[in-house]
């Protein structure tokens, strides 16, 4: 187990990350030319929350890098497993509550186009030869963190590998509403 300043050393450090892969989304949303919406809009102040939101997903989920991967895990003390760390993501960053397996996370808010992903959206991943075995938090340009398998543990990894590619079932969007909050 890490100390606890060697932890708050690579806590810092994968927020810098973090930060630096959502920094395209967060210009884009807020740049004055880019933003067609007057800061006093409905829209502007929707945007403003979907940025943040964003923010929390995936600096929370940077929390847990380095815990150990364990079949059915739902605790940073025992380990987690894929869902149980993006339950434990969710819960802990924006309250909401999502189903306890990857299957039936998949269920939940709206199916969206990899070319459509922000920072905080989930990518599922077929690696038991069934559909939806596995669920990640999407952290931008093309990057995931996740709880693997046996003997791994929670890390960033590029959606971009063979391996990944080869298995992707699809992303959602999960919202308030459908989150149970």
Not at 30 to 52: G, H, I, M, V, W
Not at 110 to 123: A, M, R, S, T
Not at 129 to 157: M, T
Request: charged share 25%; hydrophobic share 35%.
């Amino acid at each position: 187990m890490l100390t606890n300043v060697s932890r708050l050393k690579r806590n810092v450090a994968y927020a810098v990350v973090a930060l630096s892969l959502q920094a395209g989304f967060a210009i884009n949303a807020c740049a004055d030319e880019k933003n067609p919406f007057p800061e006093s809009s409905t829209a502007y102040t929707k945007l403003q929350e979907l940025r943040q939101r964003a923010s929390d997903l995936t600096l929370k989920a940077m929390d847990f890098v380095g815990i150990h991967y364990k079949r059915g895990g739902s605790t940073p003390e025992n380990g987690l497993d894929c869902s149980g760390f993006v339950r434990l993501v969710f819960k802990d960053a924006v309250g909401a509550e999502l189903p306890r397996t990857s299957a039936e996370i998949s269920k939940v808010g709206e199916k969206i186009e990899v070319k459509d992903l922000q920072p905080g959206d989930l990518v599922f991943y077929n690696t038991l030869r069934r559909g939806f075995s596995h669920v990640g938090i999407y952290l931008g340009d093309n990057k995931f963190i996740h709880s693997p398998s046996a003997g791994g543990q929670v890390r960033i990894e590029s959606m971009d590998l063979s391996y990944w590619k080869q298995r992707f079932n699809g992303a959602r969007r999960i919202n308030e509403q459908e989150a149970g909050k």
